[in-house]
């Protein structure tokens, strides 16, 4: 019979897994007020170019931090769920580092998006 893993444990990893989740909410809701605001966002043009002529618009890049919101949400799930297996287990598990690293490469990304964005009007 396994002995239960140290409560402390899982309630990290719970932590864990409500910080990511109010991360992702945020990126949606961001990505949201992005595409809603975005001819707003354009320097000095009363009406924004035609999107069709232009190579960002707000929606794309809302929809772009909402689809990376609901990723992380998903990925944040498969972390989560497969911490607490390892932990049941008595393993060290997969501590998915990689899930950090990629998810600050993104959200970097796509804010030198919004700067080129917001800086020339593309």
């Known amino acids: 019979m396994s002995q ?37 966002l354009v320097p000095g043009v009363a009406a924004p170019p035609e999107p069709r002529y232009r190579l ?16 992380v949400n998903g990925l944040a799930l498969a972390r989560y769920v497969s911490a607490r297996r390892a932990l049941f287990r008595g393993e060290d598990g997969d501590t998915h580092a990689w899930m950090p690293l990629a998810f600050g490469a993104l959200v970097t990304l796509l804010g030198l998006l919004i700067g080129l964005f917001v800086v020339w009007g593309f």
Do not use: H, M
């Open 56 to 71: 960002l618009t707000g929606a794309a890049l809302g929809g772009a931090f909402v689809v990376v919101g609901v990723a």
């Open 4 to 40: 239960s893993p140290d409560l402390r444990l899982l309630q990290a990893n719970e932590r864990t897994f409500l910080a990511w989740i109010r991360t992702g909410l945020a990126l949606v809701t961001f990505g949201f007020v992005i595409s809603r605001l975005g001819s707003w």
